[in-house]
């Protein structure tokens, strides 16, 4: 039976076998992310939870035990569940497909994140370009929803949170000039793999200032607080998607976890190393499985990131909208300006990244 599997698959075209490898994957890592979004949020109620002195989540259990596991599939049945209430003027095209537009890139930029250093869906040589496009692309959601809402809460709050996004996007997109200048390659795994070395190596070193832009730019684009002035509760009550309810709602907050992942993700790529290990180099310890790069390493930066999205929710206020907007433009834009003329003269006096 096996054999004959085997002999079936080895007949199919290069490209029918191809595409089905690719589509098996991307099933997998949707599947995946759906599941880590569901209990990113048990895990986002714990961890406040715990910094405020009290429990979290911990009623609905998970075939009797586990307390808390079950709460995650419990808002999805709530939401699901939930009638579905568009208001009476709305564009009816538009205010439902802006949910998607919202979702579909967060999802859709995996495709060529390198997992591992065998597994990526597409290994595209420019894959950074692919991700600033799809990144960018949110934004149309954002106000596509307050648009079509015809509601002026919604409408203001979709402008705001455009604004915001804008702002920062240019931010992020100077931070990543400073990797194309470290790397050489619009590819993520010849990124990834420019920082061999260990630790020290990892681009975080030498791109320390375009690090904490580029993180505080991702905080600031996925609208997490202290950035999340979408929403006001004395002013525009819920932001762009405050006349969504059911299954629309839970669209845009799977958008906005994902969206943490997908940050998280990229700054352990660009500046950390992705799947590399730390202890890559170093004598008996980089001589174990410690030392091998592989999907653990790139799993548990995006862990230890994700849970810095969780700390800033549990610590710092909501920024007032004009602190927010002169941060982005008189603080963030220029420090990456000035440290992309740094790594210029760097790179011209081979130092660091480009020392032969």
Known sequence: MLSSITTWWNGLPEIVRSASISTAWILVITVSLIIV????????????????LRRGPNRVRIFGILPGWGQ?????????????????????????????????????????????PELVVADIDAGLLYVLSLTSVGVYGVILAGWASNSKYAFLGAMRSAAQIVAYEIAMGFALVGVLMAAGSLNLG???????????????FWLFPLLVVYFIAGVAETNRAPFDVAEGESEIVAGFHVEYSGIGFAVFFLAEYANMVLISALTAVFFFGGWLSPFQGYPWIGETWL?????????????????FFLWFRATFPRYRYDQIMRLGWKALIPVTLVWIAVEGIMAYAKVGPWAP
């Open 37 to 52: 979004v569901a209990f990113l949020t048990l895990w986002e109620r714990k961890v406040i939870g715990w910094m405020q």
């Open 72 to 116: 995650p599939f419990a808002d999805v049945f709530k939401l699901l569940l939930k009638e579905v209430v568009a208001p009476a003027q709305a564009n009816p095209i538009l205010f439902r497909l802006a949910p998607a537009i919202a979702l579909i890139p967060a999802f859709a930029t995996w495709a060529v994140i390198p997992l591992s």
């Open 190 to 204: 010849t990124i990834i793999r420019a920082q061999e070395g260990g630790l020290l190596a990892w681009n975080w």
């Open 291 to 307: 030392g091998e790069p592989s999907f653990f390493w790139l799993g548990l930066k995006i862990f230890i990131f994700l849970f």
